[in-house]
């Protein structure tokens, strides 16, 4: 062997010794991830969120580190983010979000309807003529705001901001909700279910959370299975983020467990049921 081969050899050794977590050829040393720099219980700067977790996860399983770029969760995220290649993927989108290529969902949750348990209020379903008397908290351009309209149910409501930007009205943060229904100011908290189980176990409060059955024959979707996204194109970086997924499932689902998501069975794992039947 020449002095310039074996040279050569040494270099790709010491370049495979030196990678980041030592990741096999083609995997990413860093996994650039979208996030929302302060929009608990999802993410924020000190990595607290369900979605730093899983990132961290998902980042180790593929041999690299996570790297963030930062920005709130809102209009344009895709466009002027995602697309113009300053980050590679966002979590916690609903699967069939158009603007991205989605990955297999790792997880499914709802809408909820939450109340005090001390209310003795056994409300189960937005059917119940209890909601045309109660003071009912909901966040607003939401399915279930939705079906409160179709019900006639409105000058009951409180409406509340799902979408936050903590740069501007601070005071809209998604706990807000919650937290006015354990202090009473509400009777009946309509709100998206990881928002309403991280808010509720993190006050210790006595909360009953009712997952919202969906209702596809009116038109009332309250259940989503929740995926990755990535750039449209980007198929490899798809296929190697479902493959982790599959990998540690049972680790996201501990995490959830852990911030009190309430969860449903898989769409995919729901048809199986009633095939089977």
């Known amino acids: 062997m020449t002095k310039h081969a074996l040279a050569s050899r040494l270099a790709v050794v010491l370049a495979l010794l030196c990678s980041p977590g030592r990741a096999p050829a083609g995997e990413p040393r860093q996994l650039r991830v979208c996030g929302d720099p302060n929009n608990l219980p999802f993410s924020n700067e000190k990595l607290e969120g369900i ?13 690299a580190t996570v790297a963030y770029t930062w920005w709130p969760h809102q209009r344009g995220l895709v466009k002027r983010v995602l697309n113009t290649g300053r980050c590679d993927v966002m ?76 740069n501007y009205h601070a005071e809209d943060y998604p706990g807000k909700l919650i937290e006015d229904l354990v202090a009473g100011n509400i009777d009946v908290a309509l709100a998206w279910g990881p928002i309403a189980g991280y808010f509720a176990k993190k006050k210790a409060a006595p909360i009953e959370i009712v997952l919202l059955e969906d209702r596809p024959e009116s038109g009332n979707r309250f259940a989503f299975d929740i995926s990755m996204g990535v750039k449209k194109g980007n198929k490899e970086l798809k ?3 479902e493959e982790a997924l599959a990998r540690r499932h049972d680790d996201i689902a501990h995490i959830l467990e852990d911030f009190g998501v309430p969860l449903l069975p898989a769409a995919e794992e729901k048809a199986r049921d009633k095939g089977a039947r």
């Open 91 to 166: 979590l916690g989108i609903p699967k069939g979000y158009d603007p991205v290529l989605w990955t297999k969902p790792y997880y499914r949750t709802g809408y909820v309807l939450a109340y005090r348990k001390d209310r003795g209020l056994k409300l189960r379903n937005l059917d119940d003529p209890q909601l045309k008397k109660l003071k009912i908290g909901v966040q607003v351009n939401t399915p279930p705001h939705d079906a409160l309209g179709q019900r006639g149910i409105a000058d009951n409501v409180v409406g509340y901001q799902l979408m936050f930007d903590s």
């Open 51 to 63: 979605e730093n977790k899983i990132a961290a996860v998902i980042a180790k399983d593929m041999g």
């Open 239 to 241: 296929d190697r983020l």
